[in-house]
């Protein structure tokens, strides 16, 4: 998808790459004086092969460099289905090295903000053939951190509300996690099985993929709202740039994002208006 500034012909494109699974998610902007920008969020969970052709795409998009850097890698938290493809890009010398910097919470920076016992995970096998949502992988968590503690791009920050952060003339809003869900999330993974075959899944198998626009509205009162940990610590961002607006609200819980936007809303209106929503788990 692209946007544009008409009064400088600035252009904003969202890229939905191939992600298995999961969410991978390419967002290129133009600063003010007409430089590119770049910032990754996931990588999706796609197997090796399926990651050269992911490569691949991020590169040609980069222009091997010419349109910017990747300012930003964003792990909106560590199911599967997102965080297995930013480790293989973390393996991967060639687009690590156009990485700047990366937002992670690892599990280890989140019991040290906690001031909470950290306890060392364990490897566990990802059953790459589950169907419906992945599970959580507190070792991939483990490895992530291993190999970004290796390098000066990730500077262990835990990302929560309501931390900002402006690239260029792109203003990045933390929506979710709150220290609330981080603290639920922290007394979740040591309750996680470190067996493969017996870990839990981190939300519920299901799809309504088949159903209209007006029968998902028609169910809106039976609702129910995702209560695992570990997708209510992901990272959701409001991202503001020239005079457009975007939420990508990645695994998150709604009701927290009602709340974190609350804060942002002019007292002369109801709610804000938002040019592109990336709605949770992949819809």
Known sequence: MKTSNSTKKLKCSFYFLPAGNGDCVLIQYQDDDSAYRNILIDGGNRNQLEFQQQKRKILE????????????VIVTHSDDDHIKGILKLVMDKQLEGYVDKFWFNSEKTISELLFSPFQHTQPYLVDEQASGAERSSRNQDHDL?????????????????PKEEVIGNL????????IEKLQKLDEHWPQMPLNAKNVSRSAKCVSDHNQSLNQLMKGLDSFEEDVSPVNGASIALMLEWCSRRYLLLSDSHPSVIVDSLADFIPENKEALDFDLVKVSHHG
């Open 61 to 72: 998009i980069l222009d091997e460099g010419r349109k910017g850097r990747l300012d930003l």
């Open 145 to 161: 951190y291993h190999e970004l503690d290796k390098n000066n791009k990730w500077d262990h920050e835990v990302i929560s509300f």
């Open 171 to 178: 203003k990045l809003t933390v929506l979710s996690p709150t």
